[in-house]
């Protein structure tokens, strides 16, 4: 039963993956993108990583696709005919993929006990975990506590994204750059004379 | 979209479940699956769907973009600041367990507060990358 839903939802898969490529209408796209994401979510599932498939259905099928479609009200729903030559980036995806492919030959056969990955710290934390933080989900006691780092670090990182999008897309007042004669010039106030003093800031 | 009845009542059914949903993560991530970030993205999506459906002026009225900065940062600095109490107390960064007498209380407490701090920081990046995207207009030509 598993072989077969994990067959239908990988199908589905590659066939919204091809639509998505195909699709000229961008809005078209950016659905068929979120309906990516509710099948990846799917196969996360039968994964057992339910928490994980929580985070793509969230995130990769609703907010992102709502962050798509407010870009397409600025930048209108056409894709732009192409204008080069596919071959050259269709030859560097196959080599690069084919090379993934060949990296995967010699990983350990996935769920496997004996894999490396299960044996190197995880055996503390499955032992060790409920005397020591003493709550039954183990996922959550690697990372708050003995992944606490990680988890931080993470968050800073989600919090410095926002400081980038804000930089990059909040609005405020714009610094003018002009040349000077000399030099570049950025100035903050919008009132200031291009050939006012020089020497403010460059 | 304010002629959509069936999509404004719709929503409205559902956003108390999805922000109830995402409490339950959020609590029940010591037991089942889930925990602070989980929460917080669902969290935000209800919100977001809010905002879809009312307008982006109504969800500003109830979550103003300045508060959403506020929780962005807020919650960063409550997982820090968890980790910089646990090192007053004695311990070192991070180690919950001289947060309470018995160290699996101190477990508990931590992986709350830390827990809560994951979930204040990602609803409010969230949010407010979504109001910095909204908030855009077309640039006249």
Request: glycine share 12%; proline share 5%.
């Amino acid at each position: 039963m598993d072989v077969v839903v994990d067959i239908t939802l990988l199908v589905l898969l590659g066939v919204t993956a091809i639509t998505v490529v195909r699709l000229r209408n961008l809005f078209g796209a950016v659905m068929m993108t979120g309906i990516y994401s509710l099948l990846s979510a799917g196969l996360l599932v039968t994964l057992d990583a339910v928490d994980v498939a929580f985070t793509e259905a969230a995130v990769g099928a609703g907010i992102s696709t709502v962050l798509f479609l407010g870009t397409l009200a600025l930048v209108g729903h056409e894709e732009a005919k192409p204008t080069r030559n596919p071959i050259l980036p269709l030859f560097v995806v196959m080599v690069t993929g084919g090379a993934l492919v060949y990296g995967t030959l010699d990983m350990p056969a996935f769920g496997d006990p004996d894999n490396p990955i299960h044996h190197h710290v995880a055996d503390h934390y499955i032992e060790e975990s409920d005397h020591e933080i003493g709550i039954p989900n183990i996922v959550t006691s690697i990372l708050a506590s003995y992944r606490g780092y990680d988890t931080m670090g993470e968050i800073t990182v989600i919090f410095t994204a926002l400081v980038g999008v804000l930089l990059l897309l909040a609005r405020g007042p714009k610094p003018r750059r002009f040349f000077d004669g000399t030099r570049w010039v950025t100035r903050w106030d919008p009132e200031s004379n291009p050939n006012g003093e020089e020497d403010a800031d460059g | 979209m304010d002629d959509r009845v069936i999509l404004r009542v719709g929503a409205k059914m559902l956003i108390p479940f999805i922000l109830l949903f995402a409490l339950y993560v959020q609590f029940h991530g010591d037991y089942g699956p889930g925990g602070g970030f989980q929460a917080g993205v669902i969290f935000a999506a209800g919100f977001v769907l809010y905002a879809l459906v009312y307008g982006l002026g109504s969800a500003k009225q109830v979550m103003p973009p300045n508060a959403v900065y506020v929780c962005a940062a807020l919650g960063v600095l409550l997982f820090a600041g968890v980790g910089v109490v646990t090192v007053a107390l004695g311990g070192v960064f991070l180690d919950y367990s001289v947060l309470a007498h018995d160290p699996e209380h101190g477990q508990h407490y931590g992986i709350l507060l830390v827990e809560l701090g994951v979930l204040v920081t990602v609803f409010g990046v969230m949010v407010a990358i979504f109001y910095a995207f909204a908030g855009r207009r077309k640039v006249e030509e």
